[in-house]
């Protein structure tokens, strides 16, 4: 199962391969991993998303991701009311008489054109997961020479539902 | 002309300014170290210079080689209950002490490794005698540093310290490059400096919630078992575990590395459990139905195969480390704490007597029934018939390291150990060659103990360099080498699992290890009957010095009992008939 895990760390060297070889160590597979500067100085977010065979598999990352003294917080935030965002970058094969008509097709995605050259446009989209996969299965007929993508990174919502019913799992497909 | 040791020593005092080695040097003082390893090398001559000048403020010890720094490191550690310091050079000093960097790691002993590194011009150049230290040691150490500030020299060191020693123990590791530890410092430090570790703070109280739980377990429990671990010792809960298991009469089974953390000579005690642990004990884990665990992690030689470990059993597991509490056993009852506080709450609660008399007199039966066990030959030695006789000529008193492998095992069933901090051996990593060298950190750490080595006579030939330190240092280590010419533990499982082919694991040529010692200035027996065993035994054990015995074992001897590799609890092999 997919999990999304954001763990905040102190910004110091090595902080990176020591959670990243851990991780690799205890043999759970990384699907992406986005780092980047908090609010606080000194600080870093980490958002993971890694494939897990079980739930006692999912302790046992979560607890050895807590026991290194520069991780701060741990949190599995897949259940929870979250905001999740991925940036990508498409670049597709496209010629001027193109143009209008893939612009038709990623507005609905709310994405925009950032570069263009004779034979090919790049595109660029935020968004969960499953729309930026859309996205991609709408362009690729265009060929797609190109994608980059940042990976997941995430926070809980301010407010969180009484209740929660697990539909945010979806966010991951 | 050469100034002599003297005038060396005045200059360094007088003129010369205070370097980034000389903060290393006044931390170690500060944190109140009296014996150091070390093995100087180019990027660590400003640590070692520094380290001149402060001869008279700590023992400072040179191994032979690094590996055998850290082993002595980790003996010291083990029954001083105080960080062992290890100093090495950059690039192989560093890697030479991986071993024992990985070894103290999966047995949670505490070190502090300092390791010199090229300057920091020369960092990711393939410098001479450069290696990625901070990368190579990441998986293998509780923490570690490469010092980039000169000033945070202070504060990294008192970090070291406190991560090391609190929570699970662990080596912690500090790379220094060159032009750091060189470095002079020209201002004022502040005196004090604070710890600066958000990210650590080990739980150290149990929540009550839990132990009020686990105190309801053992009043309905019927079978109820204790599996005493290192964790124990760590607490120094050993009064306090005896003192639990004599209230509500709970049997007891401990790991290899927890013997000596509740007495093995107590009528409640089973013996150690696992792959080659008694019968008693094992049975009594297979078929418990309540199992606490203090201070033991589940390690795969305890459990066997876990799908029959405890399988009708509520599991209690009172850990310092989240980490271990359901990581291989599912647990019912999580119990973060320190075993020591963990213990005091326990006692605390008053809770209805369990009722299992009948469980008693089964344990009482199987222990009776099912004892460890072996045919004495009647002229030639076995490992066993070795250990015991050690065991009464040092009236169960003396601090034992061993290697790894049968004579290990065999020193673990035949040597009773009645008291903590006692038992030196390496046990997750499983390190040949640890046992020599742990001896001489253990013979450091208690200079009025008898220290006995029992090694194995392949394990004894990977750090037997070390021996030049017995006469340097005055140190009576006692060596018993239960010498069958061969990997024992490697032969004795290509005898059982692999058709009786025994590739590279016969040792048929040897040194004369008595030629060895002396050539050491050390005093060498060789015994290979029964009788000149036991003639030896008072040239060994009252002879002031350091004595080396070859002692010949019959190779074919095997250790049993045993749960063989993917074999559970209840399929021990080689119980007594």
């Known amino acids: 199962m997919k999990r999304i895990i954001t763990a905040t760390v102190r910004n110091r060297s090595g902080v990176l391969n020591r959670v990243t070889g851990l991780l690799q160590r205890r043999q759970f597979n990384i699907e992406s991993i986005s780092v980047g500067r908090t609010e606080t100085e000194g600080m870093s977010k980490m958002t993971f998303v890694v494939e897990v065979e079980d739930f006692q598999k999912l302790e046992q990352v979560t607890k050895q991701l807590n026991k290194q003294i520069d991780v701060i917080k741990v949190s599995d935030i897949t259940d929870k009311a979250i905001v999740a965002r991925e940036l990508v970058l498409i670049k597709i094969v496209s010629n001027s008489q193109l ?29 969960k997961p499953d729309k930026v996969e859309a996205l991609i299965e709408l362009l690729r007929p265009y060929g797609i020479k190109e994608i980059a993508r940042t990976g997941i990174t995430a926070f809980v919502r301010g407010q969180q539902p009484n209740t929660v019913d697990g539909s945010f799992s979806s966010l991951l497909g | 002309m050469e100034r002599t040791q003297k ?25 109140g170290v009296d014996t150091l390893f070390g093995y100087p090398g180019g990027a660590a001559l400003p640590i070692f210079d520094a380290l001149y000048k402060a001869q008279d403020e700590f023992d400072q010890i040179l191994a032979r080689h690094e590996q055998g720094s850290i082993h002595a490191a980790e003996g010291y550690a083990r029954v001083s209950g105080k960080p062992g310091i ?30 010199g590194q090229v300057a920091q011009s020369l960092i990711g150049s393939d ?30 060191v008192k970090e070291a310290f406190h991560i090391a020693t609190t929570g699970r123990p662990g080596p912690v590791l500090i790379d220094i490059p060159r032009d750091i530890s060189g470095e002079i410092i020209d201002i004022d430090l502040p005196n004090n400096v604070e710890l600066d570790l958000p990210g650590y703070q080990p739980t150290f109280k149990p929540n009550p919630l839990q132990t009020k739980k686990l105190a309801e377990a053992i009043s309905k429990a019927r079978k109820p078992v204790l599996l005493t ?22 049997p007891v089974a401990s790991t290899l590395l927890g013997l000596g953390a509740f007495p093995g000579d107590h009528p409640l005690f089973m013996g150690m459990a696992g792959m080659h642990g008694t019968y008693a004990s094992n049975t009594a884990m297979y078929e418990c139905d309540l199992l606490i665990n203090i201070g033991a992690r589940f390690d795969d030689r305890l459990t066997g195969n876990l799908a029959s470990f405890a399988p009708n059993a509520t599991v209690a597991h009172v850990d310092i480390d989240p980490a271990e509490i359901g990581k291989n056993v599912p647990t019912d009852i999580p119990i973060v704490s320190d075993a ?9 609660h008053d809770i209805q007597q369990p009722e299992h008399d009948k469980w008693l007199v089964r344990i009482h039966e199987n222990k009776e029934n099912y004892p460890l066990w072996f045919n004495k030959p009647q002229e030639d030695m076995i490992g066993q ?84 330190i017995l006469q340097e240092k005055g140190l009576p280590v006692k060596i018993i080498i239960v010498n069958n010419q061969a990997l024992g533990m490697v ?10 082919r025994y590739s590279q694991s016969i040792f048929n040529i040897q040194p004369d290890f008595v030629k060895l010692a002396e050539a050491y200035d050390i005093k060498g027996i060789k015994a290979t009957t029964q009788e000149e065993f036991t003639k030896a035994l008072p040239e060994i054990f009252d002879y002031e010095g350091p004595v080396l015995v070859d002692a010949r074992v019959l190779r074919q001897e095997n250790v049993f009992p045993m749960i063989a590799p993917g074999k559970g609890l209840n399929e021990m092999i080689g119980v007594k008939p």
Do not use: C
Request: no cysteine; proline share 4%; glycine share 8%.
């Open chain 2, 229 to 250: 671990g290192a964790g124990i010792l760590f607490a120094k809960a050993s009064k306090e575990v005896q003192e639990f298991a004599e209230k509500y009469s709970l």
């Open chain 2, 491 to 500: 032969r004795q499982w290509q005898e059982s699992f692999y058709s009786e």
């Open chain 2, 86 to 115: 290890v100093v090495a050079t950059s690039g192989p000093g560093a890697t030479n002490l991986v071993t024992g960097i990985a070894d103290a790691m999966i047995d949670s002993l505490p070190l502090i490794v300092i390791t």
């Open chain 2, 127 to 156: 410098g001479f005698q450069e290696v990625d230290v901070m990368g190579v040691t990441t998986p293998i150490t509780k923490h570690n540093y490469q010092v980039r500030d000169v000033q945070d020299i202070p504060r990294i």
């Open chain 2, 385 to 468: 018939w070795v250990i015991k006789q050690v065991y009464e000529a040092t009236k169960g008193n003396a601090i034992v390291t061993t290697d790894v492998g049968q004579h290990q095992m065999w020193a673990a069933q035949f040597y009773t150990f009645t008291e903590p901090d006692k038992w030196v051996s390496s046990g997750g990593l499983g390190t040949m060659g640890f046992g020599f060298p742990a001896a001489i950190g253990a013979q450091l750490a208690k200079p009025e103990e008898t220290v006995v080595a029992i090694v194995g006579d392949g394990g004894f030939q990977m750090t037997l360099q070390e021996l030049s």
């Open chain 2, 340 to 348: 020591k506080q963990a213990l005091i709450r326990l006692l605390s």
């Open chain 2, 7 to 31: 005038q060396a020593k005045e200059a360094a005092e007088t003129n010369e300014p205070k370097i980034g080695a000389d903060l290393l040097v006044e931390a170690l003082i500060n944190e």
């Open chain 1, 99 to 127: 143009r209008a008509e893939i612009q038709g097709i990623i507005e609905p995605f709310r994405a925009s054109i950032i570069d263009v050259s004779k034979d090919s446009l790049s595109i660029q989209v935020t968004g």
